[in-house]
């Protein structure tokens, strides 16, 4: 119950339009809320400069019947007019974050309603007390018009600001010594109230309508010749989507990376990563074909499409995997880590849901690794700047120990988090579990681990188990010493004549609808898949509770 309250005011309070990759970006949100107060700014002076008019030809205003407007009425219109004028020129002054923007545009909107509420009692006594409402209803839907929000949040300031109308009327009432409930329908507040809020429900669907049409559109969007389709997965330094090229017409795997996530530092490193994946040419490693920026600042490249399941999809749907299949899984991920660290890049991001699995160009069973959002260049060649210091960074359940104590790793650690995948697909459990990501991260410290045969409790081939266990040694000079070596003596182990291509084209063959309508699943259901990878500060001391998702192997935290 808890939870759902948590979500819905998340939803109304702080939730910025679109939901996806492709929402309004910060300086977008911005321009629309700025337009809005400029709006607001020459209604308001037109309003001003009415009621200026009529106070400075009293007699005038006697000839046709109607009162002169009190000074004080005057001089609130005046300042409402100062305090749009004054949002306006902060937004125009310099960028602002979007956090700021949004507490504007709710908190500028339903102080106007509060200062045009304020002229409830001023008004004279023959004057509508409709043109209130209207006021406030004309901001209402020009906010709806042009300010990207989603819709319980229009809905929300709407109700706010027709309730200050309503107590605003039924204390003029009071001061005219009326009865509410005996006035005209137009002078009654319970008539106020009804209106504000229908108008409130009014605007809220506007905003539904012509925002939900700006995402529809936005996914849709064309980044140079690739056009965006439906959304696959979310990882921790990105959104990917499958797009058609528009001359190759293939289908593609464009990542994006969201405007909330954008700045300097994020910036450079997802341009680093594309740029060095780029520089690997090994056919178990994702193939990038093309990067850019839309208009908007939108980061983006084009790779591969790989239909098929990630290892911990293929868990999920399996149970755990045969020895056989084990190991000519990882023989394939190790050859092209293998390349990766000839030309000094480290993963460090190995985990089940960065490694594919697909039946492709004849090849079944052809693994991929992707996502090198973490990859670490330790040829020298490396931006300055680019790296955090002092910062660990890594999936808890497939982080090696000295990654844990030091930024400093080489490429055994890759092989530490491939041996603990290994580890994963043999039992279909993580190496090590614990109730928040620290106390996994202890585990990789201090605790030995498990032989594959103890936690399934049925034979695991022996040769196999100590390869792994090498593998997973807490010292990385225990460990193979490159992962040509793990390789090899992956290979070397009895179970791997047991899996090869044609026992992989015959599971595919058998397992293809399964799979597909399993892949259908997860993209209706809008999954995000490959999860996120945490980034955990040496030098934050404050414990917090971390929660972790059962059965998943992936836990996101900063601690």
């Not at 023959?126 to 989603?150: D, G, K």
């Not at 084990?326 to 849901?353: C, F, M, N, S, T």
């Not at 004849?362 to 300055?384: C, N, P, R, T, Y």
């Amino acid at each position: 119950m808890a939870s759902n309250a948590k979500s819905f005011l998340t939803r109304v309070l702080g939730s910025r339009p679109g939901g996806t990759a492709l929402a309004n970006t910060d300086s977008y949100l911005q321009e629309r809320v700025q337009l809005y107060t400029k709006i607001l700014f020459f209604f308001f002076s037109f309003m001003t400069a009415l009621m200026a008019v009529k106070f400075t030809l009293p007699r005038l205003m006697t000839r046709f019947g109607s009162e002169a407007p009190d000074a004080s009425a005057l001089a609130i219109c005046l300042a409402l007019v100062a305090f749009v004028a004054h949002d306006w020129w902060w937004l125009a002054r310099a960028e602002r974050s979007a956090r700021r923007v949004l507490a504007l545009d709710a908190v500028g909107t339903f102080g106007g309603a509060v200062m045009v509420s304020t002229l409830a009692p001023l008004m004279p006594m023959n004057a509508p007390e409709a043109a209130l409402l209207l006021a406030v209803v004309f901001m209402l839907v020009i906010r709806a018009a042009t300010v990207p929000s989603t819709h319980w949040r229009t809905l929300l300031i709407g109700l706010a600001c027709t309730a200050v109308v309503a107590v605003a009327t039924y204390k003029r009432a009071l001061k005219l010594d009326l009865v509410p409930g005996e006035l005209l329908p137009v002078q009654s507040w319970q008539f106020m109230a009804i209106w504000g809020v229908i108008f409130s429900v009014g605007t809220a669907i506007v905003s539904r309508v012509i925002y939900g049409l700006q995402q529809t559109v936005r996914e849709a969007i064309q980044l140079g010749n690739y056009t965006l389709e439906r959304k696959l997965g979310e990882g921790g330094m990105g959104i990917v989507y499958i797009a058609r090229h528009a001359l190759l017409r293939r289908d593609t795997a464009v990542k994006l990376l969201p405007p909330n996530r954008a700045g300097e530092k994020t910036i450079a490193r997802f341009e680093r990563e594309v740029q060095q994946t780029s520089r690997l040419r090994h056919p178990n490693t994702v193939q990038i074909f093309d990067f850019g920026r839309t208009p908007d600042g939108i980061f983006y490249y084009a790779m591969e499409y790989l239909d098929g399941l990630n290892l911990e999809e293929l868990v999920e749907l399996e149970g755990p995997q045969p020895p056989g299949r084990v190991i000519y899984i990882l023989a394939q991920v190790a050859h092209a880590l293998d390349e990766a660290h000839g030309v000094g890049l480290i993963h460090r991001d190995i985990k089940p849901a960065n490694i594919l699995l697909c039946d492709r160009g004849g090849v079944a069973d052809m693994a991929k690794v992707v996502d090198f959002g973490l990859v670490k260049d330790i040829s020298g060649e490396q931006s300055a700047g680019v790296t955090q210091t002092n910062v660990i960074t890594g999936t808890p359940l497939y982080i090696a120990p000295e990654a844990i104590t030091s930024p400093d790793v080489d490429g055994r650690a890759d092989i530490y988090a491939l041996a603990a995948v290994g580890f994963f697909l043999l039992t279909g459990e993580p190496l090590f579990n614990g109730k928040s990501p620290v106390e996994v991260c202890a585990n990789h410290l201090h605790t030995p681990p498990d032989r594959p045969s103890d936690r399934l409790q049925r034979r695991v081939p022996e040769d196999l188990e100590d390869v792994l266990l090498r593998a997973l040694a807490k010292s990385p000079d225990e460990r193979f010493e490159s992962a040509a070596a793990f390789r090899r003596a992956l290979l070397a182990c009895d179970a791997s004549a047991a899996w090869d291509l044609s026992e992989a084209a015959r599971w595919w063959t058998d397992k293809r609808s399964e799979v597909d309508s399993y892949r259908a699943s997860v993209l209706d259901e809008n999954k995000s898949g490959t999860g996120r990878t945490i980034a955990i500060d040496l030098g934050y001391r404050e414990k917090r509770p971390c929660g972790r998702r059962a059965n998943r192997n992936d836990q996101t935290a900063k601690v």
